[in-house]
């Protein structure tokens, strides 16, 4: 940031010093030109023919210098078949004249025909009263004081522009150091969460870092949740692994006859108990991807696929909006409705009916079945790990339960209810609408 301020700075200063430059030197220039122009009017003012055709002055012009010899100021007025009327200045010199053009404005060049000083020449051509010849009328003055007063505006121009070039990188320098000094804190901060000393950024910040200190806590709280749902879940799989475990060990101890169907048993369990919880981490890793989202419907059709294969007699049909996404994975879309579609069709009388609508920035996934139905009091217990109110046909009971802890994860939730259609159990899923 220094840098690009110090090229940017120097840039700048650099393209106004010489724009200024070039308007202030032409400006002492034109004052320059003004008085010599002045000089060359009253030599004209003064001009008259002589008696023998030649030109003289009635009155001699007010400058001292053109008296003295080589004084760096200069007249003279030049006529074809007539001497140079030149000042005493010139001495022995003679201003040149170039044939060929007529200079009926006042021209101004510079000229290096004086080895020792360049000149400064204006020049017009007339015709005096009383004469048929065209006259010259140059004045000429030594280069030196313009040149040594655009010498000192120059000087002057670099050195204020250095001195404010410098100051201004100065200023952007401590600008930068003092407003990216916050970013110092934030770096002492992470490094005390790092080290344990803290495990927030609680230090006031100025405006301009607060948002992203807030979505630093914010993160840092995130992944702190994140942290302790996944020592939960340890903790809750250890302990549901730990009593199966026991009683195999027990068996293989004792050597009971039945040691091979109570490892079978158990062994069922704890594979419950796995899914379960391999379930519920996956929903929670993914839970955190910003970009989430799952289309409802192809979703509905590829579960409707895979259970018609399954279930060949029912009747599964499907109604409502076709546009609607959810802020889901879409594997976890699938696994939630693959579960309940799945529980429908096994249960019910052989037709299932599944209802898509949006509410209130929610999706309703409402799935009916014609089956019997379950009491209200007993509806609670089919969400817990294992509970099965049928036990006539193969599960694990872990299908609701899933389902149930996968909608929360995120944000959503799954009830039981009354068909009023279908007569049998309506299982309404919720989850939040991608935009």
Do not use: C
Not at 229 to 247: D, F, I, M, S, Y
Request: cysteine-free.
């Amino acid at each position: 940031m220094i840098v690009i301020a110090a090229l940017w700075i120097s840039l700048l200063l650099l393209g106004g010093g010489m724009a200024l430059d070039r308007v202030l030197s032409a400006a002492i220039t034109r004052n320059f030109d003004e008085s010599l122009e002045y000089v060359l009017t009253a030599m004209i003012a003064s001009a008259e023919i002589g008696p023998n055709g030649e030109v003289l002055l009635n009155r001699p012009l007010g400058d001292q210098r053109f008296l003295e010899p080589y004084s760096g100021l200069y007249y003279q007025i030049s006529g074809d078949g007539f001497d140079h009327f030149r000042s005493r200045s010139l001495w022995d010199r003679a201003l040149a004249v170039a044939p060929g053009h007529a200079d009926e404005n006042v021209h101004v060049y510079d000229s290096k025909e004086f080895p020792d000083a360049p000149l400064r020449v204006l020049e017009r051509d007339l015709k005096l009263p009383g004469s048929s010849v065209a006259w010259r009328f140059q004045v000429a003055q030594s280069r030196e004081g313009l040149n040594a007063q655009i010498a000192t505006l120059r000087e002057t121009l670099i050195k204020s522009f250095a001195l404010l070039g410098l100051g201004l990188i100065a200023l952007a320098a401590l600008q930068t150091f003092y407003g990216l000094w916050p970013l110092r804190k934030v770096r002492e901060a992470i490094s005390a969460m790092r080290t344990g000393k803290a495990s927030r950024v609680t230090e006031a910040m100025p405006n301009e870092v607060t948002p992203m200190v807030e979505e630093l806590n914010a993160l840092l709280e995130h992944n702190e949740r994140q942290a302790e749902e996944a020592r939960r879940h340890a903790g809750n799989l250890a302990h549901a692994l730990k009593t199966p475990l026991t009683v195999i060990m027990n068996a293989a101890t004792a050597a009971a006859p039945d040691l091979a169907e109570t490892v079978m048993r158990e062994a069922t369990t704890m594979r419950r108990q796995v899914d379960h919880h391999l379930a519920r981490a996956r929903a929670v890793g993914r839970r955190g991807h910003a970009h989430s989202r799952a289309e409802v419907w192809p979703s509905l059709q590829a579960v409707e696929r895979a259970v018609s294969r399954l279930y060949e007699t029912v009747r599964l049909d499907m109604d409502g909006r076709k546009d609607l996404a959810v802020r889901v994975e879409r594997q976890d879309l699938d696994e939630m409705l693959g579960n309940l579609i799945e529980n429908a069709a096994k249960y019910g009388g052989g037709s299932v009916f599944v209802t898509v609508g949006a509410d209130s920035g929610f999706v309703d996934i409402a799935i009916e079945d014609d089956g019997l139905g379950i009491p209200e009091e007993k509806r609670e217990r089919l969400f817990q790990r294992g509970e099965r109110l049928d036990t006539t046909k193969p599960g694990t009971g872990l299908g609701l339960a899933i389902v149930r802890d996968v909608a929360e994860i995120y944000e959503g939730s799954v009830a039981l209810e009354e068909s009023e259609d279908l007569g049998g159990l309506l299982v309404r899923l919720r989850l939040p609408q991608a935009g």
